[in-house]
């Protein structure tokens, strides 16, 4: 059963969010504007707000995201990458995904990844669990990446249990690990994986359905 359009009323707010991500994430903003931003992404994700906006609209199943898939990009190297980021953002006119820095002194990363491996359609919860960045060999997914920038450096107030905050401290020491460690078009690596994740939810073709049908709704 869809959402009345009552019920659809309260949704308005993630029209505005996803206008935001639309409008000054494509522009490559500063890294506050990102911080800030990431408490979106940690709603839509983490309180399941994007998909439940998609449902009350009357959309089936999940929406697709299109962005990198790094596991298909790094093949077996993954377990000797020292860092790896999806990317996937539009810097100032250059597409770049893929940054990998890998133990050895021989180049990694699959040379014949699957042709859909830059632009890989996942459904929206395929796409918040997938591999975002690797650090020393181990997975860090999108979701991971979205909250470790919410709660510690987009001022998201959290009221955690003891073992709630346990786990918190574990995801800020795993992720910063990657922050410094690659470059991307003048932009610290980290933030330009969250802005690549800000970008793909706003660009992909079913949020541009979605925003429509919300435009057409609230007028």
Same mark, same amino acid.
């Given at each position: 059963m869809h959402a009345t359009g009552d019920s659809r009323a309260e949704?308005? &707010?993630?029209?505005e969010d996803l206008e935001h991500l639309r409008a000054d994430w494509s522009k490559g903003p500063a890294d506050a504007v990102l911080r800030r931003g990431s408490v979106i992404l940690r709603g839509f994700f983490c309180d399941n707000?994007? @998909?439940? !906006?998609?449902? +009350?609209?009357?959309?089936?199943?999940e929406p697709i995201i299109v962005g990198p898939n *790094?596991? *298909?990009l790094l093949g077996p190297d993954l377990a000797r990458a020292e860092v790896a980021l999806a990317g996937g953002a539009d810097a100032p006119g250059v597409y770049a995904a893929g940054f990998l820095v890998v133990q050895g002194n021989t180049a990694g990363g699959d040379p014949n990844? &699957? %042709?859909?491996? *830059?632009?890989?359609?996942?459904?929206?919860?395929?796409?918040?669990?997938?591999?975002?960045?690797?650090? +020393?060999?181990? &997975?860090? !997914? #999108?979701l991971e990446v979205v909250k470790y920038f919410a709660n510690a450096k987009g001022g998201a107030h959290l009221h955690l249990s003891s073992?709630?905050?346990?786990?918190?401290?574990?995801?800020?020491? #795993?992720?910063?690990?990657?922050?410094?460690?690659? *470059?991307?078009? @003048?932009?610290?690596?980290l933030y330009f994986e969250l802005m690549s994740i800000g970008q793909a939810v706003a660009k %992909? &073709?079913?949020? +541009?359905k979605l925003f429509q049908a919300m435009? !057409?709704?609230f007028g």
């Open positions: 949704f308005k &707010p993630v029209m707000l994007l @998909q439940r !906006t998609w449902r +009350a609209f009357g959309f089936e199943r *790094l596991e *298909l990844p &699957p %042709a859909n491996a *830059l632009e890989f359609p996942f459904r929206l919860g395929a796409y918040v669990g997938a591999t975002s960045a690797v650090v +020393a060999g181990k &997975p860090i !997914t #999108r073992r709630g905050r346990k786990r918190e401290e574990e995801l800020v020491k #795993r992720v910063s690990r990657c922050e410094g460690r690659i *470059l991307a078009f @003048q932009r610290d690596g %992909a &073709p079913d949020m +541009a435009k !057409t709704f």
